[in-house]
Structures are given as structure tokens and as C-alpha cells.
């Protein structure tokens, strides 16, 4: 991946060779991700999950699986038109 700086940003970046500028961007990129469409990979796991739903009241055992397939379709719908329809800032 390359990225476009200005050249004032980009002469600051050169000068801080104790930075990781590729774990900053990473990390930038991950969170922006984040943002948008909920924890990225590894940061949330089934215990999380379950402690969540079980804190709200949810009883995952009484929901079919043909419901929460259709709500997980319609979610998934809703958040990329969402996303698709919202500027970059």
C-alpha cells in the first residue's frame, strides 16, 4: 500500500526514525475499520459475545436460526448502504 503525504507531513515522518510508521498506519486503518463496521479479526471473542447478549437479557436459545439469519441478512444490508452513502471526513 503506498500513501500520498504532504511534503511537510512526510519530512516530520523522516526525521522520527524511532517510529513504526507502518504499525501507525496499521493500527489508524484497523480502528477506522472498527469504527465502521464493529470490532476487526481477533478483538472480540465467543466469551465477550456471549457475556454481552447474556447482560441484555437475550436468550439465544429461544431464537431460531432462520430468524437470526434473516436479521443478520438485514443488518448486514442496512450497515453497508450506511457506510456506502457516508463521507470520508
Not at 32 to 58: D, F, Q
Amino acid at each position: 500500500m503506498t500513501l500520498s503525504l504532504p511534503e511537510e507531513i512526510y519530512r516530520k515522518i523522516k526525521r522520527r526514525t524511532d517510529v513504526k510508521w507502518s504499525e501507525v498506519a496499521r493500527r489508524a486503518i484497523v480502528q477506522r475499520l472498527e469504527t465502521m463496521e464493529g470490532p476487526v479479526g481477533y478483538h472480540t471473542s465467543t466469551a465477550e459475545l456471549r457475556k454481552k447478549i447474556a447482560n441484555a437479557g437475550v436468550r439465544l436459545d429461544k431464537i431460531s436460526i432462520d430468524k437470526a439469519a434473516a436479521h443478520y441478512k438485514r443488518m448486514r444490508e442496512l450497515e453497508r448502504k450506511r457506510i456506502s452513502t457516508t463521507r470520508a471526513s
